[in-house]
């Protein structure tokens, strides 16, 4: 534990990871040193996660942020500089793509939100290009020296987005860290980050971009939420990109506490793709697999068409699979979730187009991107999937020109509420651009 550049960049330290060599020089290149809980309003609060601890006679460290190492009472932490001087660069940007008329109005807006240091919320239907548009913005704190984090509460989105990152900022130093990440944190200009990482930091970046800011398990999560304010610089500027922004953020916009860009149009110029509904008066699993859904994978054969299946859980998930697999053995296809461990190399098979179908839980419904696929949602009235997420599922297919027009098919035995709005809402969508 040698190397300064782990360490720097306003990260928060249990000292007890940390030598006294080490201690030293953090301290002497602008750290601080500070008590791992403090009283607030006579509570006592965890210093990295600013969450409440019970303390008891058997537990004297926050539960909160566990996973990212304990922290007891009675620790100390060290806060390391900020004042990092990145060095200056002929070119940043090197990308030769063509924003539309709709991206550069959404640029515009971005770019001035920067120059009054406003938070910002970019609300664009999913494919409108939103990562495209962000490409200026990055660039303008990159001119001016500044340290970025764009964020995810997905480590799947965050795989996705780090390559392209990369591509178009070819000479800046760029990180991707998570929880699964076997890259070892090293001081960035940019980091490609999960939300949860931000929890480590204290005023450590000038730009924070949070895509999918609805998602879980951002959504609702006062720890995470407070961890984005705090990693923040005070002059800094948060950028929130969300295709289905929640009310909180939109309550904010209506009162001015941040300004706003709307994109209802995806960058090819093309519709939605409009949800096919399918009733099925039995379950999925009827005669082993429904007659409906039957129909449905013998065309998708027969025509070789690539497929995603969302399904509402994972049991649902691996019955259905085995079915595949008995009645349909030609049909190659993998299987994700939450609990796959070999969730990101699977993505890639599809992606690769090694495998036709993928069989997905609501893990793989954000921050995808697949060319010339059909989308089908099993069980679509299922409580797991709310009218945000059926969006979201929905807007996985039509994304590339050459393919606008994916399609889409829910299938279920009650028209419910969630299935009505988020049909409604797309078709909404799309008349805004005609």
């Known amino acids: 534990m040698n190397n300064l550049n782990e360490y720097l960049g306003g990260r928060i330290i249990n000292v007890r990871d940390l030598d006294s060599d080490i201690q030293k020089n953090l301290l002497s290149q602008g750290g601080k040193k500070v008590k791992a809980t403090k009283n607030e309003a006579g509570t006592i609060v965890c210093y990295r996660c600013l969450m409440p601890i019970k303390i008891t006679t058997k537990c004297d460290y926050c539960r909160n942020c ?7 009472r009675t620790d100390q932490l060290v806060i390391t500089g900020t004042d990092i001087l990145f060095p200056q660069q002929g070119q940043y940007l090197q990308w030769d793509g063509e924003l539309t008329a709709n991206q550069k109005k959404g640029v515009t807006e971005l770019l001035n939100a920067f120059k009054h240091h406003q938070d910002h919320l970019v609300w664009a239907v999913t494919g409108a290009g939103k990562t495209e548009m962000i490409f200026p ?23 996705e987005l780090f390559p392209r990152i990369q591509k178009v900022f070819p000479t800046t130093s760029i990180g991707l860290f998570h929880g699964k990440s076997l890259e070892k944190y090293h001081l960035t200009q940019i980091a490609v980050m999960t939300v949860h990482q931000l929890i480590r930091f204290e005023r450590a970046f000038d730009l924070l971009i949070i895509d999918e800011v609805d998602s879980y398990p ?87 068409v690539r497929v995603m299946i969302f399904f509402p859980s994972i049991p649902v998930m691996r019955s259905f699979a085995k079915k595949l697999e008995k009645f349909y053995p030609q049909l190659s296809f993998v299987s994700v979730s939450s609990q796959d461990k070999q969730r990101l190399e699977k993505v890639q098979l599809f992606r690769e187009r090694k495998v036709q179908a993928i069989l997905t839980t609501t893990i793989l419904e954000r921050g995808v991107t697949f060319k010339k696929i059909m989308v089908i949602v099993l069980n679509a009235d299922a409580k797991e999937f709310s009218k945000t997420s059926l969006i979201q599922i929905a807007g996985r297919a039509g994304r590339a020109k050459d393919s606008f027009d994916d399609e889409v098919h829910f299938y279920y035995q009650y028209y419910n509420q969630q299935i009505r709005l988020a049909c409604a809402e797309i078709s909404y969508l799309n008349r805004q651009v005609k």
């Open 66 to 72: 566990i996973n990212l190492g304990k922290i007891r």
């Open 218 to 304: 951002l959504a609702g999560n006062l720890m995470l939420h407070k961890a984005i304010k705090k990693s923040r610089k005070k002059t800094g500027m948060t950028v929130f990109l969300s295709a289905t922004p929640p009310k909180q953020l939109l309550k904010k916009v209506k009162s001015k506490q941040i300004t706003l860009s709307q994109l209802y149009q995806r960058f090819h110029g093309h519709p939605l793709p409009e949800p096919h509904c399918h009733l099925l008066f039995k379950k999925i699993d009827f005669l082993n697999l429904n007659p409906r859904i039957r129909l449905k994978l013998e065309q998708i054969l027969k025509n070789n």
């Open 137 to 159: 913005l990055i660039e303008q704190a990159l001119k001016q020296r500044q340290r970025i984090a764009i964020c995810s509460p997905r480590v799947d989105v965050c795989v």
